[in-house]
């Protein structure tokens, strides 16, 4: 089993910013890639940003040039900088990681969420 502990988030004022952390333990795993969804209430959970172990980055279109996603392979963490905050990024973000254990294969973990609200 892969436990994901998220941090950061809560309340930005329109063109502020927000730093949401993910970290991955556990036992005997490898992780293929690690990101960022989120999801208003009503709608489908959408890709915010992903990255894989090798670096690469992608991100749903409404966030480029605004968020930066970064990894650390050391400690299995990723990290999501928010800028320029808009009130549409409001929702709840949820960290994933998929990840290759010996005893289960291939497995998509998620966090339990963190609400990121934008708001003056």
């Known amino acids: 089993q892969v436990q994901l502990a998220e ?3 809560g309340l930005a004022q329109p063109g502020g ?4 952390s993910c970290a991955a333990s ?12 989120r999801q208003v209430p009503g ?3 959408e890709l915010v940003a992903i990255i894989t172990s090798v670096g690469n980055t992608n991100y749903v279109d409404s966030v480029k040039g605004r968020f930066t996603l970064s990894r650390d392979n050391a400690k299995n963490t990723v990290y999501l900088q928010m800028g320029s905050l808009k009130p549409e990024d ?3 973000y949820y960290c994933a990681a ?10 998509l973990y998620w966090g339990q969420g963190t609400q990121v609200t934008v708001s003056s």
């Open 7 to 9: 941090s950061g988030g």
């Open 17 to 20: 910013s927000l730093r949401l």
């Open 43 to 45: 709608k489908q959970r």
């Open 90 to 92: 409001t929702a709840v």
């Open 98 to 107: 998929r990840v290759n254990q010996r005893t289960t294969g291939w497995t």
């Open 26 to 37: 556990g036992s005997d795993f490898s992780i293929d890639f690690m990101g960022w969804y």
